[in-house]
């Protein structure tokens, strides 16, 4: 129920291609979706964000899809660069009634844009 | 210093040692997390720390224990650790435990012989 399911593993990209990452969820109680970017040597970043109500977000190069019905998420890199190698994460969260909110992440997707 | 620092950043020990690993953020945040990161691996949620007070331990073994002295400042002791406990071992914070947006040091590497 918890569990945020992440694919593909790895991906390797041309530079300018459009890298894709999907997640799937279970829990439809999750109300934020954020996408964490993670370079060797440091921990994750927030990169982008969604909340349900939406069904896209764009920030620069990267874009969420949301598909509330099917619970899956996904994000796209356009015209990928070289520098945009990294480790991505999809994560989900609820309210918690005042409590901590906690992230559960998918398990990564290593991505490898090549020049 | 900026944002969320940790010290040491690579630590090698053996099964009997004792060690600390340090957290400290700058961005006077009032929560902070420890995280498990291993290969392949979702991020793992270990303990939640709310203004000093510890909110949430999730299910870790008792070899592992975190200290809050205070809002900027966070422990975590390891004492007769496992093979299997080697991982990167990553700090966060967030402003309130409410917020979204969790801001990750650069994480210390660890290894068990």
């Known amino acids: 129920q918890q569990q945020v399911k992440q694919s593909p593993q790895s991906l390797i990209v041309q530079k300018g291609g459009i890298p894709i990452i999907n997640c799937a969820y279970e829990?439809?109680?999750?109300?934020?979706f954020p996408w964490y970017q993670q370079f060797p040597g440091k921990g994750p970043a927030l990169l982008i964000a969604?909340?349900?109500?939406?069904s896209e977000k764009k920030e620069g190069r990267f874009t969420i899809s949301f598909n509330k019905s099917a619970k899956q998420f996904s994000l796209h890199i356009m015209d990928s660069q070289p520098g945009d190698s990294a480790t991505y994460f999809c994560?989900?969260?609820?309210?918690?009634?005042?409590?901590?909110?906690?992230?559960?992440f998918g398990s990564g997707t290593q991505l490898t844009v090549l020049p | 210093e900026t944002g969320v620092t940790q010290t040491p950043r690579h630590l090698v020990m053996g099964m009997t040692n004792k060690k600390s690993l340090k957290c400290e953020q700058h961005l006077g945040h009032n929560a902070m997390y420890w995280y498990k990161q291993s290969a392949k691996k979702p991020l793992e949620l270990m303990f939640v720390y709310n203004f000093k007070e510890q909110t949430e331990n999730n299910s870790v073994p008792s070899r592992f224990s975190p200290e809050c002295p205070n809002s900027s400042h966070l422990f975590l002791h390891l004492h007769t650790l496992q093979p299997e406990d080697s991982a990167l071992y990553l700090c966060?914070?967030?402003?309130?435990?409410?917020?979204?947006?969790?801001?990750f040091g650069p994480g210390t590497r660890l290894t068990v012989l």
């Open positions: 969604i909340r349900p109500d939406v």
């Open positions: 994560a989900a969260s609820q309210d918690s009634s005042g409590s901590a909110r906690q992230l559960t």
């Open positions: 829990n439809t109680a999750f109300d934020y």
């Open positions: 966060a914070s967030t402003r309130t435990s409410t917020d979204n947006e969790q801001f």
